[in-house]
């Protein structure tokens, strides 16, 4: 099965395919990942995200780290034998961002298991790019107990295949009966999970401008006057079952 999730000239109008992203709170209220001053065109079926930082929050950490991001508007099913692919392809710039520090303002491609904590993803800046893979603490989902650590959080930050300042195919496959992610650029393998401690159920596809900067006693330092802009194509599904 083969799918492709595009429609971005829709992305104002409605959310059929995609939506803002964002976590509802305890005291009834939404937080949007939304810039107020991003600027979003779509020419030749690709979406253009140019977002200055502003966006912040000073007690959570996941509602810090993204500023401007878009959820598919259904989940992806994840196949119980098989595996699916999952594949865009991204250019990203930065202006005012740190030199050499990834975590300042990129450009991501998330795959988010709500079910379970669960994240796959891939972070790009205009010369480097970092694969990630861990288990969050998302407001109001609940974590599998698995006698290991809860929430973790592991990056790789690399260069290796990577283009800068041009596009790049990120792609993403996680078998489920494996318990198994690999990770992809430009067609080759650039990282391999396996023994993944959770059966990831379904994924929100996230396409996002972020930052990744700890809080502080004083709060967010997350926010200094970057911009990010990000480019994407279309995403194709690919998924692949063991009787096919």
């Known amino acids: 099965m083969k799918k492709v999730l595009g429609n971005f000239d829709s992305i104002l109008s409605s959310e059929d395919t995609w939506k803002i992203g964002g976590f509802p709170l305890p005291d009834g209220s939404f937080w949007k990942y939304q810039e107020p001053e991003a600027v979003v065109i779509v020419r030749n ?60 303002g990129y450009v991501s491609f998330n795959l988010l298991d709500f079910t379970t904590g669960a994240a796959l993803d891939f972070f790009a800046t205009d010369d480097q790019y970092a694969s990630v893979y861990g288990v969050l603490p998302f407001p109001g989902v609940t974590v599998p107990d698995t006698g ?27 078998d489920r009966k494996k318990d198994e992610a690999l990770f992809y650029v430009n067609g080759q393998e650039v990282r391999r999970e396996t023994t993944i401690p959770v059966k990831l159920n379904q994924f929100t596809i996230a396409l996002g401008i972020m930052t990744e900067k700890d809080l502080t006693n004083e709060g967010s330092v997350s926010v200094h006057g970057q911009t990010v802009i990000g480019e994407y194509s279309p995403v194709t599904i690919t998924c692949s079952t063991d009787a096919e």
């Open 148 to 174: 290991k650590t809860k929430y973790f959080c592991l990056f790789k930050e690399a260069t290796d295949h990577f283009k800068p300042h041009e596009f790049n195919t990120f792609r993403i496959r996680y």
């Open 45 to 104: 079926g690709t979406l253009y995200v140019r977002a200055p930082l502003s966006n912040h929050h000073d007690s959570i950490q996941i509602l810090d780290n993204a500023k401007h991001m878009y959820y598919s508007a259904e989940p992806v099913e994840i196949p119980e034998n098989g595996y699916i692919d999952i594949e865009v392809e991204i250019k990203a710039r930065t202006k005012n961002t740190k030199p050499g520090d990834l975590y300042d």
